[in-house]
């Protein structure tokens, strides 16, 4: 079965850090990434990285977060630092595999300023 699961959400003052983690089953997704969704917006692309290790990041967000992922684990990662009040968010973590994009449930990032 396939799945996804996040964790490491959480409340932090701005310029603090967080780490997200997507832990995923059933098989070895190329490419995964975080997607983000505040309320009354829509969903967009924080960062997303290959099996490979080739990384894409939003405007947005360039310089301060990091995605990176354990292969042997079947897990990525999003480091996030000089968070910003404006990075308040559910954040998802998504998989694509064999023309699917998978899910997981989001996990809640409040930054307070």
């Known amino acids: 079965q396939v799945q996804l699961e996040e964790s490491g959400g959480g409340l932090v003052q701005a310029g603090g850090s967080l780490r997200l983690s997507c832990a995923a089953s059933?098989?070895?997704?190329?490419?995964m990434g975080w997607y983000r969704q505040a309320p009354g917006k829509q969903r967009e692309l924080v960062a997303t990285?290959?099996?490979?290790?080739?990384?894409m990041y939003a405007l947005s967000v360039k310089g301060r977060f990091t995605i990176s992922r354990d292969n042997a684990k079947n897990t990525v990662y999003l480091q996030m630092n000089s968070l910003k009040p404006e990075d308040t968010a559910l954040y998802y973590c998504?998989?694509?595999?064999?023309?699917?994009?998978?899910w997981g449930r989001g996990t809640q990032v409040t930054v307070s300023s």
């Open positions: 998504n998989g694509y595999l064999n023309k699917n994009n998978y």
């Open positions: 990285i290959t099996s490979a290790g080739s990384t």
């Open positions: 059933g098989s070895i997704f190329s490419p």
